[in-house]
């Protein structure tokens, strides 16, 4: 039997909550320990409950979600976690990586995205919603630095940022599958990296 996650949800818009209450309640091993409509709400909720994982909304009254994740990182820090945005600025998704916040899930794709952002905290991973990872690797492609990409590679970093599969690449580009699978392993020993995730978490760290 799996162990109960303990959550706490903090955002302003009352219908968001409810939905993710519901998405979250069908999780056999999640527990909604309670929800805040507000930064400072969360601060006292947390506090008091010590969940294992707080999802919080970076525009809140009060406090926003910035000013409570550092007060929750230095006084509760057991308590991992988990921007829910709008916000897809590459800028801010590093600023979210230096606070040691633990998720990035956009708004947009929260259904989604959700219970498997949870999962993947719970166990000290890193989670970002995919079209915020696409936004990383995208710059990466788009570098003409230090990365010293070919066309091909950023062509192919690019749509590997769109979760796309080797064979999936290959069609659109009308090259095989072995193909995309030597560029991208040229790809990686170019980056000094061996997966997508090191990937775009040295992406977020400013190391490429």
């Known amino acids: 039997m799996n162990s109960i996650i303990k959550l706490v949800i903090a955002d302003d818009h009352p219908l968001l909550r409810e939905g993710l209450v ?3 309640q069908k999780q056999s091993n999640f527990k ?4 805040a409509s507000n930064g400072e709400e969360a601060i006292k909720l947390i506090k008091e409950k010590q969940p294992d994982i707080a999802i919080l909304d970076v525009q809140m009254p009060v406090l ?5 994740a550092k007060t929750v990182l230095r006084d509760f820090p057991k308590t991992k976690i988990i921007f829910l945005t709008m916000y ?18 956009l708004k947009e794709s929260a259904v989604n995205d959700i219970v498997n952002s949870i999962n993947d905290v719970s ?10 990872s696409h936004i990383l690797l995208k710059s990466i492609s788009q570098s003409n ?3 010293e990409l070919t066309q091909s590679e950023q062509a192919i970093i690019n749509l590997i940022g769109k979760g ?5 690449i290959a069609d659109e580009l009308f090259i095989s599958p072995k193909t995309v699978r030597n560029h991208r392993s040229n790809i990686y020993k170019k980056l000094y990296v061996n997966s997508k995730a090191e990937v775009i978490t040295k992406s977020m760290r400013g190391e490429i």
Not at 88 to 105: D, Q, S, T
Not at 123 to 132: A, H, M, R, T
Request: glycine share 10%.
């Open 145 to 147: 630095g230090k990365n």
């Open 164 to 168: 796309k599969s080797s064979q999936e």
């Open 88 to 105: 897809k600025e590459e800028r801010l998704i590093k600023k979210v990586f230096e606070l040691g916040i633990k998720g990035y899930v």
């Open 22 to 24: 519901q998405i979250l």
């Open 32 to 35: 909604v320990m309670g929800e």
């Open 64 to 68: 926003d979600g910035f000013e409570v």
């Open 123 to 132: 166990n000290d991973k890193f989670y970002l919603s995919p079209q915020v």
